[in-house]
């Protein structure tokens, strides 16, 4: 369906859980967020009943995140409900890698299509700390256990964040030499605590190009400028939601994991999905869609319009 400015969403991101297993210092606070309870978030059911309902919409991708999606109990099942849809056409999903290496198996047998990994640093104690405890060598050993589960296009995400992981940018992109893996650098986003950080912070992704002149651009995918090291097996994408705004052709919307359905990111619009059935539930979403704002406006103030949640909670 499209929306008032012609934009074809075809696009959903559903964060299953807000909870997680990682506290990134950009992305939630270090106590933790209240948690919600059981009773607050969406069963595996509503979940399913919401997917299929803006899958007759006409949505076609749905990309599971949180919070640390493969933390929810029921992940895999849930996969194999959305994917039982045969008018979806793909389903993906985005995790921090800690419980990836014993999950690859079960989620690729379950549907899922693509995975997104993220990692913001190749360095343990860098990683201990960004993450606030995790361990470096389970999210390699994650991008290992994707590959033999038979993952292809597996992306690797990676948050720019100026003082902390720039000096890495040749390692990163390093990385796609002899391997298929395709390295997503992304801009830091003004939203939840990272709000509160200082500018040297927020790199314009045009530092990559500066700092791997050898890359040369090869075309986009969706919202990533994508670029290639000549002769290497993977590429780098580019993902510039603050220099380069990409709202004009944006195709996306997302459920939060209580119930909401967020037309945009930077936007504290939300409509209740919770509770609503059949006609009821696919003309809130249909208002969603059509509603969705025409862009964002970080760039004005530098700060997000979303400041009622956190990254964990609408999921990244
Ligand atoms: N826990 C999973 C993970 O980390 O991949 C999924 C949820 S996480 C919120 C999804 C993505 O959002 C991650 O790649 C994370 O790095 C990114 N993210 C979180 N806060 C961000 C921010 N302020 N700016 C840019 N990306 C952010
Ligand atoms: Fe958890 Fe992902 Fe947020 Fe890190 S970025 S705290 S792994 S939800």
Redo the contacts with the bound molecule.
């Keep these: 369906m499209k929306d008032q400015f012609g934009r074809t969403i075809n696009y959903l991101r559903i ?1 299953v859980t807000d909870r ?1 297993n ?1 506290r ?1 210092r ?2 939630m606070p270090e106590q933790g967020v209240t948690k919600r309870s059981h009773n607050d978030i969406l069963t595996l059911e509503e979940i399913a009943e919401i997917a299929d309902a803006a899958v007759s919409l006409g949505i076609m991708k749905i990309r599971l ?5 493969l933390v929810r109990r029921g992940i895999e099942e849930l996969c194999r409900k959305l994917k039982s849809n045969h008018n979806l056409k793909e389903l993906t999903l ?4 800690s419980l990836l290496a014993e999950k690859a198996v079960i989620l690729k047998q379950s549907g899922v299509d693509r995975l ?3 990692l ?1 640093t190749l360095r343990e104690e860098r990683f201990r700390s960004i993450t606030r405890g995790g361990s470096l060598g389970n999210v390699l050993q994650s991008i290992d256990a994707a590959e033999a589960a038979g993952f292809e296009g597996t992306k690797i ?3 720019l964040i100026g003082g902390f992981n720039d000096d890495e940018i040749p390692d990163f992109a390093g990385l796609t030499r002899d391997r298929a893996l395709n390295v997503r650098f ?10 509160k950080w200082p500018k040297s912070a927020f790199l314009n992704a045009e530092t990559v190009l500066e700092r791997v002149p050898e890359l040369k651009r090869i075309g986009t995918d969706g919202a990533a400028e994508l670029y290639q090291i000549p002769g290497a097996a993977g590429k780098v994408g580019l993902i510039r ?1 603050l220099s380069h705004n990409f709202c004009g052709e944006c195709s996306r919307i997302r459920l939060t994991a209580d119930g909401m359905l967020k037309p945009c990111l930077h936007s504290d619009t939300e409509i209740p999905l919770r509770g609503l059935h059949g006609e009821e539930l696919l003309s809130a979403i249909r208002e969603g869609i059509y509603n969705k704002p025409a862009r964002h406006y970080i760039n004005r103030d530098g700060i ?1 319009g979303t400041e009622n949640r ?3 909670e ?3």
């Design positions: 964060s997680c990682f990134c950009y992305c995140t949180g919070g640390e999606p985005t995790t921090n890698g997104n990994i993220s913001d995400n990676t948050v992304i801009e830091l986003m003004p939203i939840g605590e990272a709000n939601p997000s956190t990254m964990n609408i999921g990244g």
